[in-house]
């Protein structure tokens, strides 16, 4: 399509930021916006900025809220699940993205093109990304990354500035004089691009020459049907991109494929003459993907948050911001069956009360989270800056971890997680939360052990494809070490059937353990939580009846974090 008239550069002052510090929001809050709504979010973009973690007293300089309306909204957010305390530090939690999911659900782009994407990733060996427009910026939505010494950090979530960026001139080729002038306020006001925290500071401020670099950078993806970054970002960083057309009369560009990579390994026009073809053979299947898709199915109802804020409020009292957690879930009510809903079908599907979430919705806008067509409304991608580009990161071991020393503080036993080695032959420890005791279960993570004679061996063992270690390999660690091969594969069906593995003085004399297995999106055992202990300290029975649904308690909470974080990201299990 012809690129669109852009005006000449010219300076001015940018929008400025409102009591939230988000750009390109204007100054004044509507009269029915809700003000804790508006903090609240507020104290998720500061902790999202921070990594995923500040302190009390952080959060207090950062938003420059009164210390008391910190202290009550991070009480809500974590009665909500979305951050959690370690001493006076808040840190997000993964139950916090089912915001963005909720995004990427409506969008469904993620789920209909990131095979596509993987499997381009796979072919060519190098990173390849999905990006969408935010605004003057490119927002990523999908990453399939190569694991590298020298890798592609960006996370989905992640905002960078459109000039420099290899897709910003492709979603420029639909910008307005609007969008343009937008465009050259952020720069003028910001031109070292220190608003956007995912990319290094330019060394120099923007000046006439680079705006020049981008219009005529757009000039050509318009002409070309496609865009280069030659190390804009940073030195040795070059990527390619094609736009993803939506299909119908308009073509509009749905997203942006990228295929990235390193200058060590290739050039940028080595990128265009060699990888160019093959992300554009990719991009074509996409796009056929986007025409024979399906109209959705109707998905599982929203989050239940706001039955309960009642319940909450009546419980913490003023330490409990109701109309925040109100606020917050009707971000839930928007999903790949409703990716547009009405302020009926979102009062509908949330429970709340027409005027409640008409609020929420009218304070959304005001924050560039959502935007109004007539009378329906949609989520912008700027939702994702709530929290998901930390916690799209995020490993299975650090998801289990805070919830492994819950469990230790209520059953006064060490607990641990365990992954499955690649032989199959071993359990890996991956996570840890020791008791304070005299006499205690020495393990570090990183420790391996024979996983025929161990309960979270046992659990993994139960659901795993490969064969059972030969019988030359089932030794007798103790008198009581089950060596037969069809006595262990019988002891194996009854820990699938229990949902459960006792293993009694097998490892080591004296030792006794318990253990369950979590379970991915998918319902496949990728990982095993455990207790051990002395054998004098509870008998068999005793675990069973104590500690086993302590266990399945904990792991039922880290599942749920689990499918959560997992929906879009890649969780790696150790």
């Known amino acids: 399509m012809p690129a669109k008239p852009m005006p000449e550069p010219q300076k001015g002052a940018a929008t400025p930021a409102d009591e939230t510090g988000q750009r390109d929001v204007p100054r004044d809050v509507p009269a029915e916006a809700v003000t804790p709504l508006i903090r609240g979010i507020a104290v998720l973009r500061e902790l999202t900025e921070a990594n995923g973690t500040l302190s009390l007293s952080g959060l207090e300089r950062a938003t420059g809220l009164a210390r ?206 060699t990888l160019l073809p093959r992300l554009r053979s990719a991009v074509r299947a996409m796009e056929r993907e986007l025409r024979a898709a399906p109209p959705p199915e109707p998905g599982p109802p929203p989050s239940d948050l706001a039955r309960w804020t009642g319940t909450s409020k009546q419980q913490l009292g003023r330490e409990f911001v109701e109309s925040l957690a109100r606020g917050l879930t009707v971000v839930t009510a928007f999903g790949e069956d409703r990716p547009e809903p009405t302020l009926t079908e979102v009062a509908r599907a949330t429970g709340l009360a027409r005027a409640t979430a008409r609020r929420a919705l009218i304070t959304y806008e005001h924050l560039g989270l959502v935007a109004a067509t007539g009378r329906t409304f949609t989520l912008t991608p700027r939702i994702l800056s709530l929290g998901f580009p930390p916690l799209s990161r995020t490993s299975l071991p650090e998801i289990a971890r805070p919830h492994l020393a819950d469990l230790t ?53 139960a659901d795993a494809p490969t064969p059972l270690p030969g019988p030359g390999n089932l030794r007798a660690l103790t008198p009581h070490t089950i060596t037969d091969k069809q006595r262990l594969e019988r002891t194996l069906a009854m820990v699938r059937s229990q949902g459960y593995a006792l293993v009694d003085e097998e490892l080591e004399e004296g030792l006794r353990s318990l253990a369950v297995p979590i379970r991915d999106r998918s319902g496949r055992v990728v990982a095993a939580l455990n207790t051990a202990m002395h054998a004098s300290r509870r008998t068999p029975g005793e675990c069973v009846t104590d500690l086993l649904p302590e266990l399945t308690t904990t792991a039922t909470r880290i599942q749920t974090d689990l499918h959560t974080a997992s929906r879009y990201t890649r969780v790696p299990p150790s």
């Not at 989905?156 to 307005?176: H, K, N, S, V, Y």
């Not at 020459?209 to 070059?238: C, K, M, Y």
């Not at 992954?419 to 005299?438: C, F, K, M, N, P």
């Open 68 to 273: 008391s309306t910190v202290d009550r909204i991070t009480a809500t957010l974590a009665r909500m699940g979305y951050v959690r305390f370690d001493g006076r530090d808040v840190h997000l939690s993964p139950r916090l993205m089912e915001l963005g999911n909720a995004y990427l659900s409506a969008l469904r782009l993620p789920a209909l093109l990131a095979p596509h994407a993987d499997a381009l990733a796979d072919e060519l060996d190098e990173s390849v990304s999905l990006a969408v427009a935010d605004l003057d910026g490119i927002r990523f939505i999908h990453q399939a990354t190569r694991r590298r010494a020298m890798s592609l950090s960006f996370r989905i979530g992640d905002l960078l500035p459109a000039e420099r960026t290899a897709p910003g001139p492709l979603f420029a080729t639909e910008w307005t004089d609007t969008d343009w002038q937008r465009w050259r306020q952020r720069r003028a006001a910001d031109p070292r691009d220190l608003s956007f925290t995912a990319v290094p500071p330019r060394t120099y401020g923007a000046d006439e020459r680079d705006d020049e670099t981008f219009v005529r950078r757009t000039h050509e993806a318009s002409a070309n049907g496609w865009s280069l970054d030659d190390q804009l970002i940073e030195p040795g960083l070059v990527a390619v991109s094609v736009p993803v057309r939506a299909p119908g009369t308009d073509g509009g560009i749905a997203c942006v494929a990228s295929v990235v990579s390193h200058t060590s390994r290739h050039t940028a026009r080595h990128l265009r003459t």
């Open 409 to 461: 503080s209520r059953i006064h036993e060490s607990t641990s997680l365990a992954v499955l080695s690649d032989s199959g032959e071993e359990i890996q420890y991956t996570a840890r939360v020791a008791t304070a005791r005299v006499m205690s279960v020495n393990i570090t993570v990183g420790t391996r052990l024979p996983a025929y004679a161990t309960a979270l061996g046992r659990v993994l063992l």
